[in-house]
């Protein structure tokens, strides 16, 4: 049997531990690699990833050994090294860009509490994660220090939840709520779960991605007690989708929590429609079904990381109708300014054509779909609606 990647890291750079330190999450944790020293001992870093390491601003520098073991120690183009090393480029603000792209604080409530849609909120319950990532769309608040919640400040946002018989919805993100221990995490859960309108439960966390070993048998039968609980779990790249990652999430599959999978759009890092496919399918691998695939909010630094839209749309129209249909996320851009998530669906229809609706399939063919509903309307308004279609001597299966 080869010896993985992660095994040959940690006998080269921590020779004197073994593998039950380093699969103890506590022990990740307290050995992350925050300063350049922590770097310079395992990868060669670029003049450029060198001089923004020296200057950091706002976000942290943070990476469990465990994922720093995935990174590429000589090539600073490599995906995942891209992610979690600063470039100086995070430090240049272009027009659009802002500091809470999301307009989170306009729709803040309570302590940590935004409320944003009719029936839902985000519940930011801490501000701590186990390795940041430079798109981060939170770096206001992440890693900072200046947001450390306690009981006092959750207390406030229990009560709005209490209050307000609206919210069905509690979506716990932070930060990465699994950062906090066990017992913390299920004071919470517990408090929300009482909450007799509160229907549905989610966790947001990169943990299975960055720090697998947190995803403990104690952990899951603490968690089982709350259903029903969904997760959203975070992945870029299928480079992510370890072994371990496969352990971490059968265990949460097998605690009876359904798993989505949200991505982040990153151009040089998942913006190809073979790698993708591949993060797509190697999600459903592990028990964990695409849920959506984020624009990259337009944080102050992000430039370097955002696509175009066409190309989120592309990537889209790759997948529909060439793999199976629970490998394709839905496609999400945040408006600014705290206008929500929108839906970007490529478009399939190619026209109409008296009651005829004139569609596009996976491969490009035309096929023409006798619109029951049209024709009952009006007739002007009927003719209004025939777009000027020409058929482009694709096929068109007729009737
Ligand atoms: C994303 C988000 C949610 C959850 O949205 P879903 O579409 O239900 O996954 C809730 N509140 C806020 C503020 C959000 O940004």
Redesign the pocket.
Known sequence: MSVSRTTRFRRRFYPEIGLREWNDWRWQLRHRITDLEGLDRILSLSPDERAAVQRLERLPLGLTPYYASLLDPDDPTQPLRRTKIPSTTEFVRHPGEYDDP?G?EA?RVAPGL????PD???FLVTDFCATFCRYCMRSRLVGQGAYVPNTAMWEQALDYIRAHTEVR?V?L?GGDPFILSDDRLEWLLARIRAIPHVEFL?I?TKVPAVLPQRVTPALCRMLKKYHPLFM?LHFVHPDELTPETARACNRLADAGIPL?G?MVLLKGVNDDPDTMRRLCQGQLRMRVRP??LHQCDAIVGSMPFRTSIETGMNLIRALHGHTTGYAVPTY?V?APG?G??VPLTPSYIAGRQGADLVIRNHAGALYRYFDPGAIHLPRGVESDTILHFVPSGTEDSGR
């Open positions: 999301l989170e729709h935004v409320h944003t849609y839902k909120v985000l919805d979506l993100s989610r947001g959203s989505g949200q849920y959506y999400m945040d705290g929500g998530k």
